[in-house]
């Protein structure tokens, strides 16, 4: 049961700040702050009070009234909202660039995200570690998800090889992915798939520069 | 004068979605398709037919009544409302893994932008060619900004090094930074920033789990 279900529904552009927000009050905790006003906050993110307010209230963060919000509890509700309390083994498919991009990204260990295998088709790839990550052939992830039980595939490979990539890991049992290939999944009904387009940001940023 | 001023601001969930759009289009055209309804498209998006009509409304594209959206208009107004009609030239600073995954990404030219140049420190790479783009040196970067009258910087270093690039940056003109460094950048009036934080899509991936 979640927070979904109990308050009303959180929108997906707060889900999405709820990262820069808990980075902030992370680093107050580290300097031994225990309160922190909107107003504060609005001059590190650069966004709006209001907003800010709105945002931490809807995840349920303590505050204090006209001091702010306890920093040790905000840190608290946020991570459980987002289950970053807890460590999910997750996968990455497709070793490349963007892939041992990933796989340097030092961040996911405090997102609720450990990455225990790599796979990739190349040779050269295959066998050898990034990141400290071994990386597989691409032919062993049914058996690999199956003896480590994963949930969570993340998919770096070519557009052309997405699909069939997905169909893999469907039939193997994978709950949940997180897709940077630059094409729809079609998977069936409790998949969920979570899509990164790069195009999306290029995007804003061309509003913004015709404004 | 753009469509901001013109018409009822456009929220940025619509901004982020005309790429997809504009990527089903251009595969309809190519197949010589001249309209096509939301129904369709909301298969392929898997989004909802009225999200997908009230974003193309709001960005103009010329329907035909009980028919759908016209395919060819469609792509125009998209690629005037994105400035994707013109190609701007950008650089990125910062060519390790995640900045020659975005080198490699052939979708940019699509997507208005033309990457001229990329920067370093790192001896083994400066001089060197990634993706077709030659890597300078970062000490060069006002130099060759003011030369080739660049505007648009993609912005890929470590997080420590993020603010000092970016006064370097302002200090030589540049009105637009796409940022990939997890941090908030201070920037003076007037210049943009747009942020990618590889955190929120993962925020968002695993609310969507624990629901």
Redesign the interface.
Known sequence: M???HRKKE?S??T??????YL?IFYNLHTYGRELVSSTTLAE???LLPIVIKKDLQAVGAPSKLRAGFKVAGTIEVIEK????NNL?KAFLVGA???G???L??A??KN???EIVAAFDTHPEIVGNSLHGVRVYHTAQLASIIERENLK?AILTVPAEAAQGITDTLVAAGI??I?NFA?V?LTVPEGV?V?K????????????????
């Open positions: 979640s927070l979904f959180i997906v552009q889900i999405r700040r709820l990262p820069q980075r590190e993110t650069q909202f987002l289950g970053w999910n490349g660039h963007l041992s991009a990933l340097g990204f961040g996911f997102h609720g995200l969570i709950k949940a997180w630059p729809n969920i979570q990164e387009d790069i195009s999306s940001g290029l995007a804003e940023l061309c509003a913004k520069l015709k404004r």
